[in-house]
Each structure stands twice: as C-alpha cells, then as structure tokens.
T-cell receptor
Framework: GENVEQHPSTLSVQEGDSAVIKCTYSDSASNYFPWYKQELGKGPQLIID?????GEKKDQRIAVTLNKTAKHFSLHITETQPEDSAVYFCAARFNTNAGKSTFGDGTTLTVKP | ETGVTQTPRHLVMGMTNKKSLKCEQH?????MYWYKQSAKKPLELMFV???????ENNSVPSRFSPECPNSSHLFLHLHTLQPEDSALYLC????????????FGQGTRLTVV
C-alpha cells in the first residue's frame, strides 16, 4: 500500500517569512495529492491540490510542487501570517470511485507575530 | 462551513455504553468516510461508503459499526469501547471520480472512561 512521509513535524517561522513542508510517497501509481489545513477544534480543510500531470500549482500565497520522478511534493506558504498557524497534512492517492487518501503525520506550523 | 455536519461535537461514554455518531452532508456527494484521528498519529481511514455500499473496512474492530442509510447520512455505532478508542472521529464526503477531494466535518471528540 501507499506510505506517505511528511517533514518537518513542527515548524516555527517569523511572520512574513516563507514556510515549506515536504512529503514523499511510495506508490508510483498515486496521481492526486491534496493538502489539508487543520485548525484547533476543527476538521481538516482542503487548501490546495495537485494532479500528477502538473508540476506546480499556485493559489495566492500558497503553492504546491510535485516531482513525480523523485516521488515527493511540497507545500510552500509565502508571506506567512499568524492565522496560517495550524496543522498541515499532505496526502496521496490513486483515484478510484471512492477516492481515499493516505495521509502524512502532519506538520504543526507556528507563525510568530 | 464545509457542508459536512457531525453530531455530537463532544461525547463522553463509559465502556459499557452504546452510543452513535452522526454525520450529514449537504453537498450531493456519493462517497462518505469515517476517519479516526489520535494524538501524534496520522489520520486513519476506518470505513468508506460509495453509493451507500461499504467498499472498504480497514480491519476496524467490531465494536465500531457503521451504517449508511442514504447518500447524505452516515452513522458510527459504538458499543463496549476501550479507553484507547478515545480520539477525534472525523466524517468526510467526496464526489467519486478523478481529482475529487474530501470535505471533512468538524469531528466528534470521543472520550471513553
């Protein structure tokens, strides 16, 4: 089965700096890679995703890059703000009718004002 | 608001009790999921329902019993739980198909005493 490793487990940055979270996956058949943000007391929320036919995707301050050959993908947050503080999860899956993802362990991001 | 509603938000139950968790989605999705989120562990997929049929059961103990009466509702029936079952139980839904993401509810924080 799929195995997803996520690093680092904790990340602390100063407001305005960039944050990068990296994930590797094991199953070369995986073709869909979502990222979720989980704030305290809430469920995970999708913030960005990327398909295997794309190398990079951006949405305002958030970007994701994918290297299929190396089987790793990364989340980049620029100009971080205190409200970006949360736990971030990467995931990987091969699309099926009931798509299910294998999740990384999560990264706790703290943005200091 | 993600369109996935879970009740109750918090539940404390004794090991001999029987209780049920409820999930409702208003997104018109055709797949629903139960996940378990424990401290310092990745999200664990418990059950997957697609078009109201269970298609995945990741070797979950029989003290957890899911029910999906229709595509909008999902239940998790609990009986004779153990203290180690204390966790955040998350419901999610998705529209099956390529590149579909899961929308999560806010979860039920379960404590078994």
């Amino acid at each position: 089965g799929e195995n997803v490793e996520q690093h680092p487990s904790t990340l602390s940055v100063q407001e305005g700096d960039s944050a990068v979270i990296k994930c590797t996956y094991s199953d070369s058949a995986s073709n869909y890679f979502p990222w979720y943000k989980q704030e305290l007391g809430k469920g995970p929320q999708l913030i960005i995703d990327i398909r295997s036919n794309v190398g990079e995707k951006k949405d305002q301050r958030i970007a994701v890059t994918l290297n299929k050959t190396a089987k790793h993908f990364s989340l980049h947050i620029t100009e971080t703000q205190p409200e970006d503080s949360a736990v971030y999860f990467c995931a990987a899956r091969f699309n099926t009718n009931a798509g299910k993802s294998t999740f990384g362990d999560g990264t706790t991001l703290t943005v200091k004002p | 608001e993600t369109g996935v509603t879970q009740t109750p938000r918090h539940l404390v139950m004794g090991m001999t009790n029987k209780k049920s968790l409820k999930c409702e989605q208003h997104l018109g999705h055709n797949a629903m999921y139960w996940y378990k989120q424990s401290a310092k562990k990745p999200l664990e997929l418990m059950f997957v329902y697609s078009l109201e049929e269970r298609v995945e059961n990741n070797s979950v103990p029989s003290r957890f019993s899911p029910e999906c009466p229709n595509s909008s509702h999902l239940f998790l029936h609990l009986h004779t739980l153990q203290p180690e079952d204390s966790a955040l139980y998350l419901c999610a839904s998705s529209q099956g198909g390529i590149g579909t993401e899961a929308f999560f509810g806010q979860g039920t924080r379960l404590t078994v005493v």
